[in-house]
């Protein structure tokens, strides 16, 4: 499996959003107009104005305005933060970093090896898992809402599979968009406290809080992952400061 490969292209993907481009050489723009063409319709203003819109990949996005149309649904609080998911680990640390200075009045928190390493920094296995979890977390984070139905779990696997899924990660993908929402299992996948914060984090990045839905799952997860409110808190203002 090469869900580490796919979550480096994702956020690679993201950073290029983040400013107006595409960075990863994967035509995703073109591909989210050919899926407008196969799902009948056109999203109102063409799509994703930043050039790659995260949410488009795992069900949200342009896709979900699509859907989101056909069913009245409003997608207006659906404004994606692309800088949460390019650098999730560095900013779930410093969300606990700011969350130690509070209960410290120390604004120079030690690094503590019992946290878990970021998973920029990962290797080998390590990040492989790691980026297993994230990926886990997004696509239940983007299930939350509810409106994902079979043609749209095909579509999503075909563009997952086009940033170089292997086929074990293709059926994993598959698996994952079928599996019921679980925000006790996805928790126990957590290898360690910058694991979980990561996983609130790039979740928070691909949901909408103002979607009833989706703020329930994002309350679940926090207290399936034992987040305590001030650092729920800490990780949502970081997401929205990355933008």
Known sequence: MNASKILQQLMQQASGG?????????DVKGM??????????????GGSSGGFDMKSLLGGG?????????????????ALKYGAIAGVGMLAWKAW????AAKE???GSAQSA???ERVEVLSGEYQERRSLELLQAMIMA????GHIDEQEQRLITEQIDALGADQEMHNWVEQQLKAPLDAQALAREADSPQAAREMYLISVAVTDDQN?????????????????KEMTTELERQAQQAG
């Open 62 to 78: 342009a896709m979900g305005m699509l859907v989101g149309s056909k069913r009245g649904r409003s997608m207006g609080g659906k």
């Open 212 to 228: 009833p839905m989706e703020r329930a799952w994002l309350d679940q997860l926090a207290n399936a992952l034992n987040l305590p």
């Open 32 to 45: 989210l107009s050919g899926l407008s063409k196969q799902l009948g319709g056109a999203t109102q203003g």
């Open 114 to 116: 019992a946290e878990g």
């Open 18 to 26: 983040q400013q107006g481009g595409n960075s990863s050489g994967v």
């Open 105 to 107: 009045g120390n604004a």
């Open 142 to 145: 983007a299930r939350a809402d």
């Open 97 to 100: 970093q700011s969350s130690q």
